[in-house]
């Protein structure tokens, strides 16, 4: 093969390389939309989800009303090991008063549950965790975000998971990671609620 066409080559296969490696950043990872809606502007949520789970805002996401869920293998309808996403408009002045009205709401369901915080240092916005115990041996966490003032906007990833799951430190690992890359994204794209 000629000198030139070997540099062609490869200067090709370097471009696509990039252009993969940059899909993988870019709004491609974008999971969940909501539209502008009075002063809050359209969002999205875009995350890096580990090899294995499958993304969906559209079909399982929308029967059972939330933004949008991660799962591994086949949808079971079962909550346990699927990872879901919420979002909303901020009402409550701190995600301090989103986590205390989270967790009553979880005492009142289950008086006797074990709440547990758990440290987020998210490199792009404030969250807070708990690791909620429940005496049914089915545990929660939870993770509430704030993308700031400007965004209008709460989210909360969350996951069940029985106690005894074998894989539940895996989980939680791949859990921490979904938090960790999610990434809010002021969207111009969407429409306006009404439009």
């Known amino acids: 093969m000629p000198r030139t066409v070997m540099r062609q080559v490869l200067l090709a296969l370097a471009l696509l390389v990039s252009v993969v490696a940059q899909a993988g950043m870019g709004p491609d990872n974008v999971l969940a939309r909501g539209a502008r809606d009075g002063n809050m502007p ?4 875009a995350v890096v989800a580990p090899a294995g789970w499958t993304r969906d ?15 591994q293998g086949e949808w079971s309808g079962k909550p346990q090991r699927v990872m879901v996403l919420n979002v909303w408009p901020r009402k409550l002045p701190t995600l301090a008063a989103e ?8 005492r009142q369901i289950d008086p006797a549950a074990k709440a547990t915080p758990i440290v ?30 400007a ?5 909360s990833w969350s996951m069940t998971f029985d106690d005894a799951d074998p894989m539940r430190r895996t989980l939680l690992d791949d859990f921490m990671r979904v938090v960790m890359a ?9 429409p306006a609620h009404g439009a």
Do not use: N
């Open 99 to 106: 986590m205390q009205g989270d967790l009553k709401h979880y």
């Open 120 to 149: 987020v240092r998210h490199p792009a916005m404030p969250c807070e965790a708990t690791l909620y115990q429940s005496t049914d041996h089915v545990d929660d966490v939870v993770v509430f975000c704030d993308p700031g003032q």
């Open 42 to 45: 359209a969002w999205a949520i």
């Open 57 to 71: 805002c559209c079909t399982y996401a929308k029967a059972i009303g939330v933004d949008a869920v991660l799962y």
């Open 182 to 190: 999610s990434r809010y994204l002021r969207d111009a794209a969407s």
């Open 151 to 155: 965004s209008g906007i709460r989210l």
